[in-house]
């Protein structure tokens, strides 16, 4: 499977179920919503699911021998493991919450995993036609056009993105707070664009420096990591090893900052 065609191959095909699914992402975004909760601020709505179906579906017809794992269904019956098989992994609409707000932060993200390694990437906003697109060796694209990471070298100067994830208990709210303040005073600025996917694409085409998650899914990150990598970035957990797709937790940057990076996060 690791010829250039199949790579390829399996690339067109992910973009085709993306496009096909930004399409019912951009249609809904104008549409009032029928919300459904599955935590206290963490929601799904009738376009997730269709998404994800919808996915799936196509993904299937070409790859029937393939896993899959994915946000709606894995929230739904709670099963997921990560095996050698190639593994698509999908976030039928990451950015739920903007969604539902009409903030034009959406996007679908698909990654296939080969032997747990994260080699096709494709994250599309149909709401700002952005497509971004890596494939393991092979460079990484935004409408087609080559993209890479910042040559920013100096925490000061770097702009940080980050998420809040969903847990409102004190700890967590604590923790998240500090963490916050403590980065605030190394960096020029932070966002927060309720975007996982889109933020790891916003570092692999420079327009962000640094990127941290600590609560987060395999479909969060699986699309965007082969996008970062292929941009001359790095993903890897806050700790600095390598990066585990289902740890929960992940910083992405360009070589340059890693190390006074991790060392902030660490403090």
């Given at each position: 499977?690791?010829?250039?065609?199949?790579?390829?191959?399996?690339?067109?095909?992910?973009?085709?179920a993306?496009?096909?699914?930004?399409?019912?992402?951009?249609?809904?975004?104008?549409?009032?919503?029928?919300?459904?909760?599955?935590?206290?601020?963490?929601?799904?709505t009738?376009?997730?699911?269709?998404?994800?179906?919808?996915?799936?579906?196509?993904?299937?017809?070409?790859?029937?021998?393939?896993?899959?794992?994915?946000e709606?269904?894995?929230?739904?019956?709670?099963?997921?493991?990560?095996?050698?098989e190639?593994?698509?992994?999908?976030?039928p609409?990451?950015?739920?919450?903007?969604?539902?707000?009409?903030?034009?932060?959406?996007?679908?993200?698909?990654?296939?995993?080969?032997k747990?390694i994260?080699t096709?990437?494709?994250?599309y906003?149909?709401?700002?036609?952005?497509?971004?697109?890596?494939?393991?060796?092979?460079?990484?694209f935004?409408?087609?056009?080559?993209?890479?990471?910042?040559?920013?070298?100096?925490?000061?100067?770097s702009?940080?993105?980050?998420?809040e994830?969903?847990?409102?208990?004190?700890?967590?709210?604590?923790?998240?707070?500090?963490?916050?303040?403590?980065?605030?005073?190394?960096?020029?600025?932070?966002?927060?664009?309720?975007?996982?996917?889109?933020?790891?694409?916003?570092?692999?085409?420079?327009?962000?420096?640094?990127?941290?998650?600590?609560?987060?899914?395999?479909?969060?990150?699986?699309?965007?990591?082969?996008?970062?990598?292929?941009?001359?970035?790095?993903?890897?957990?806050?700790?600095?090893?390598?990066?585990?797709?289902?740890?929960?937790?992940?910083?992405?940057s360009?070589?340059?900052?890693?190390?006074?990076?991790?060392?902030?996060?660490?403090?």
């Amino acid at each position: 499977m690791a010829q250039n065609e199949s790579l390829s191959e399996l690339l067109a095909t992910a973009i085709d179920a993306a496009k096909s699914a930004g399409e019912v992402i951009r249609r809904g975004f104008y549409q009032p919503k029928t919300v459904e909760h599955k935590g206290v601020v963490d929601l799904v709505t009738e376009t997730d699911k269709a998404c994800e179906d919808l996915i799936f579906n196509h993904l299937k017809q070409h790859y029937p021998t393939h896993k899959f794992i994915g946000e709606e269904t894995t929230a739904a019956c709670g099963a997921m493991e990560l095996t050698d098989e190639p593994t698509w992994i999908v976030d039928p609409v990451d950015g739920t919450t903007n969604f539902v707000h009409g903030f034009p932060f959406v996007c679908v993200s698909i990654g296939l995993t080969i032997k747990k390694i994260p080699t096709v990437g494709v994250v599309y906003n149909p709401i700002l036609n952005e497509l971004f697109t890596g494939v393991l060796g092979q460079g990484a694209f935004l409408n087609g056009n080559p993209i890479k990471v910042s040559s920013q070298s100096e925490l000061v100067k770097s702009l940080l993105v980050t998420e809040e994830g969903t847990k409102r208990d004190q700890l967590t709210l604590d923790a998240s707070a500090n963490r916050i303040n403590r980065l605030l005073a190394l960096v020029r600025s932070i966002r927060m664009s309720g975007s996982c996917a889109l933020d790891l694409c916003g570092v692999a085409c420079g327009r962000l420096d640094l990127f941290y998650i600590v609560e987060c899914g395999p479909w969060d990150v699986a699309g965007g990591a082969v996008i970062v990598k292929e941009a001359g970035g790095l993903v890897y957990d806050l700790s600095g090893d390598d990066l585990a797709l289902t740890a929960g937790r992940i910083a992405a940057s360009n070589p340059l900052l890693r190390h006074a990076f991790v060392e902030a996060l660490q403090q």
